[in-house]
């Protein structure tokens, strides 16, 4: 009769584990099916944006960029001749040259700025590249802002 009396004590308290597991089971999943925790789910990690118009989006795009053009005309303007650069000289340029292709990544743009960006940043980054190397390539890249200066005069301020 122990025997019996401590399976069955057992069964009742495995029979209990199995309904709070169940009610454990059925509240998480009502609860994360919710929409607010799919939302907070599908947006964790996520910077929540407010929406601007394209004319601002514009307006933004086009002020920052200037001043990040603007500082690299100055920043290139302070160099003596390129291919006459120090070594420490070099690794400046080629800091200021990857800091000017970070602050232009950062940056939200305008669909109609797409290619302008692109050249922007691809003319930066090759001129960080080849600062120690191919200064052709450097070369290159700066004609190529001189075409996108003309193309966009608001670069320079």
């Not at 691809?122 to 080849?130: H, L, P, R, T």
Request: proline share 3%; aromatic share 10%.
């Amino acid at each position: 009769m122990g025997k019996q009396k401590i399976f069955s004590s057992l069964g009742v308290f495995v029979m209990i584990l199995i309904a709070l597991t169940c009610t454990l089971v059925i509240f998480l999943v009502t609860k994360w099916h919710s929409p607010a925790v799919k939302n907070f789910i599908t947006n964790v990690g996520r910077k929540t944006v407010q929406s601007i118009s394209p004319a601002e989006l514009k307006a933004n795009y086009e002020s920052s960029g200037s001043e990040i053009f603007t500082k690299y005309v100055k920043k290139q303007q302070e160099l003596p001749l390129k291919n006459s650069l120090s070594a420490a000289e070099q690794d400046e340029w080629q800091k200021s040259l990857e800091g000017f292709r970070d602050e232009l990544l950062a940056l939200k743009l305008p669909g109609e700025y797409k290619e302008l960006h692109k050249s922007l940043v691809f003319a930066f980054a090759d001129m960080a590249k080849n600062i120690k190397g191919d200064f052709s390539v450097v070369e290159k890249q700066e004609l190529e802002l001189d075409s996108l200066v003309l193309k966009y005069p608001w670069l320079i301020k």
